[in-house]
């Protein structure tokens, strides 16, 4: 039924989506009929809108009151109907000589990017460090604890550390365990995580059964997110109206605050991602409950091959997306070209 929207339910739906998300408050047939000029009656607009409501695209939240999109309506929004919007030249200008000045700190470029984010699209921001996507092994330490678990203890050369239970096949003391680590340590520091395939017989059964294991949690290791992740603009989100009495937003900043949710989202939305390509996320997709409310733009950052990270911007579902997408793809270009920059310069 979505694919067979005629052009006056798509201009009706899109205006609705564009008045809701500046006003928050239910859009009615005669208020569209006069703020936009349409030449049918506000009868003819309120037909068209309750089959949009029995398609599950508006919905009325009173018996009195107009319509108010749906998620699937912000979807449809943004697959079909949003035109994309460049920041203006002066913002874009302003924007980039800010980050010119900033070329020497790569800190201070993930603070800015926070701060631009937020203030471009009203929202809250994330922005991650830039990172290899060939780690290396640095250090490992094995710590016994009770019966067969062993507490691993990676530590990658971007300064990331992973911290994993494993469970051996039989119980070691922990001479034992500290000696294999050694033996580890010796045989695999400064060695990419992606190469380590074989193990030496010198180094013994338990150093097999070790990294059979850290092989088998690769995934993981590779997903994590190294350094800090920098934050902005939360006080945007819990002054939106839909949040004044509700604890939604805290349940969503649970995502931006603990790192396993956040790398669960960015691993499930952002693995297969090109550098510059934008996603909008809405309502969470039926994954997170965390974001049943809300909407996030996320883009991936960096230099093709080398490092990458991740920026993106989390609002309520009634987002100006198009604001947030321009800003979202602009400044995950700007870091883009930075990071390549700062490559290819000389020490």
Do not use: C
């Not at 203030?119 to 604890?145: D, N, Y």
């Not at 991602?273 to 969470?284: A, N």
């Amino acid at each position: 039924m979505i694919e067979r929207l005629s052009e006056r339910q798509k201009l009706i739906l899109g205006l609705i989506v564009q008045e809701f998300v500046e006003s928050a408050q239910p859009v009615g047939s005669k208020f569209l009929v006069d703020q936009y000029n349409l030449d049918v009656s506000p009868a003819t607009v309120r037909s068209e809108m309750a089959e949009l409501a029995d398609i599950g695209l508006l919905r009325q939240p009173h018996t009195s009151a107009g319509r108010v999109p749906t998620e699937e309506a912000y979807r449809f929004y943004v697959g079909e109907l949003m035109h994309r919007q460049d920041l203006p030249a002066a913002t874009k200008h302003t924007i980039s000589h800010q980050f010119y000045q900033a070329r020497h700190e790569v800190q201070q470029w993930m603070r800015l990017a926070a701060s631009v984010l937020a203030t471009q699209s009203r929202a809250a921001s994330l922005v991650t460090l830039p990172q290899s996507p060939h780690a290396r092994f640095k250090h490992m330490e094995l710590i016994g604890t009770t019966g067969r678990q062993v507490l691993m203890v990676l530590v990658l050369d971007n300064g990331q550390v992973h911290q994993q239970m494993l469970v051996l096949k039989e119980a070691f003391a922990q001479e034992e365990l500290s000696t294999t680590a050694e033996r580890l340590n010796n045989a695999f520091g400064g060695k990419a995580l992606e190469t380590l395939e074989s193990v030496p017989d010198e180094l013994g059964l338990l150093a097999e059964e070790i990294m059979k294991l850290v092989r088998s949690e690769l995934p993981v290791i590779e997903g994590s997110l190294a350094g800090e992740v920098y934050h902005d603009g939360w006080t945007n989100v819990l002054a939106q109206p839909e949040f004044s009495a509700s604890d939604s937003a805290q349940r969503a900043l649970r995502v931006l605050e603990e790192r396993p949710l956040l790398e669960d989202l960015l691993a499930q939305t952002m693995n297969q991602s090109e550098i510059g390509g934008v996603q909008v996320l809405i309502g969470g997709e039926g994954l997170w409950e965390e974001l049943n409310d809300f909407s996030l733009v996320l883009a991936r950052y960096g230099a093709p091959g080398l490092v990458s990270g991740y920026l993106g911007v989390l609002g309520p579902m009634r987002m100006p997306y198009e604001r947030a997408v321009s800003a979202v793809d602009f400044v995950a270009g700007v870091l883009s070209d930075m990071v390549t920059e700062s490559m290819s310069s000389p020490e």
